[in-house]
């Protein structure tokens, strides 16, 4: 089934590596006007030329997603140029792990900035203008660890699960405007965050998951950009993990 995408422009967080390149990928290839967005200017940019040497549309914007002062400015730059954006992905995030009791206070707020805040910082600057053309798709990049508690992971499990209670407050406010908001829960999936893993590691993540193979960043970019799509236009506030059963 060919998607749905007429005349779109997307923003894409956290674009220049793993799920958000995948997603930026994905979305680019069904015509959609993409905005790479990452805080390393080369990483963002190289994605931002792969997809226009394959013949699609897209531009790079570096700055970190956890300024509040410099998303709202550049929410305004890109609705002024380009007359409307009608995507948003909120896919940047870091990791900053430890157990609690030794957690220093600057990962926490990190963390929870960069993979939370980010969320909320984005979604007010881009919706006025989505509110006002009655259009739009709003995917939140959230985590199984947000469902589930990880053990080290406090700051990063508490952003997750925010992102959670964000999506669904987001999709009630702007479903008169026809805007949807949803949430993509991912597993472990093959990204340079798990590609630190020993071996011993992914074998015991991998015990529990009942089909037993790390996901692809293509899986999840799969999902993704259904909901982004004129298809998915009966969606919203949902949560889907992408997982291989780990939560059922």
């Not at 053309?133 to 992971?153: D, F, T």
């Not at 999936?189 to 293509?218: C, F, H, W, Y």
């Amino acid at each position: 089934m060919r998607l749905t995408f007429e005349n779109r422009v997307a923003v894409v967080t956290g674009a220049g590596r793993g799920i958000g390149k995948a997603i930026a990928l994905s979305l680019a290839s069904e015509g959609v006007h993409l905005v790479c967005v990452s805080r390393n200017e080369a990483s963002c940019g190289a994605v931002a030329e792969e997809i226009i040497a394959s013949g699609g549309k897209a531009e790079a914007l570096a700055l970190d997603v956890g300024d509040s002062a410099a998303v709202a400015a550049a929410g305004k730059e890109l609705t002024d140029r380009l007359g409307h954006v009608d995507i948003l992905v909120n896919n940047a995030g870091i990791t900053k792990d430890g157990l609690l009791l030794r957690m220093e206070d600057s990962a926490w707020e990190d963390v929870i900035r960069t993979n939370l805040s980010s969320c909320f910082y984005w979604t007010k600057a881009l919706a006025y203008a989505m509110a006002r053309k009655r259009w739009g798709r709003i995917i939140n990049m959230a985590s199984v660890s947000g469902l589930m508690g990880n053990a080290g992971q406090a700051n990063y499990s508490a952003a997750k699960a925010g992102i959670l209670g964000l999506t669904k407050s987001v999709a009630r406010e702007f479903a008169s405007r026809n805007i949807t908001c949803n949430a993509v829960a991912p597993g472990f999936i093959e990204t340079d965050m798990t590609s630190a893993l020993t071996e011993e590691q992914k074998k015991a993540a991998l015990a529990n998951v009942p089909l037993k193979r790390l996901g692809k960043a293509s899986e999840i970019a799969t999902l993704t950009t259904y909901l982004c799509s004129e298809e998915a236009a009966y969606i919203t506030g949902q949560v889907f993990t992408v997982d291989g059963g780990m939560v059922m």
